[in-house]
């Protein structure tokens, strides 16, 4: 953000959306929003790290990095606070994140 003007426009959405977000998520239950903090700081890294590894797959070389960091710090971050803000509740029945597994087939 370097100047007011930045804030017109739609690529202003996701700032001020991630600002409004976690006002109010903040302000209504500020443990889910630590635990979607934590958990965004973590999917931020693991995308930025898978797209580092998958940028230049896809783009070439001399942009593939870059944009495929770009792309996967956003997704990660975004699927790592929706995680976390989601799972961690202490009630029973209240709806939470629901629980991932895979399995690798090793052979016989």
């Known amino acids: 953000l370097?100047?007011?003007a930045d804030l017109e426009?739609?690529?202003a959405v996701p700032m001020v959306g991630g600002l409004?977000?976690?006002g109010v998520q903040g302000a209504?239950?500020?443990d889910a929003l630590g635990r979607g903090v934590g958990w965004g700081a973590v999917g931020a890294v693991s995308g930025a790290a898978l797209g580092w590894w998958l940028g230049p797959r896809i783009w070439d070389e001399a942009r593939g990095r870059w944009?495929?960091?770009t792309v996967g710090l956003a997704g990660g971050l975004v699927t790592g606070?929706?995680?976390g803000s989601l799972s961690g509740d202490d009630d029973p029945e209240a709806p939470g994140a629901p629980a991932l597994?895979?399995?690798i087939p090793l052979g016989r």
């Open 9 to 11: 426009g739609w690529p």
């Open 28 to 30: 209504t239950d500020a």
């Open 67 to 69: 944009a495929g960091m």
């Open 20 to 22: 409004v977000a976690g």
């Open 2 to 4: 370097w100047d007011w």
């Open 101 to 103: 597994s895979f399995r």
């Open 81 to 83: 606070w929706v995680i």
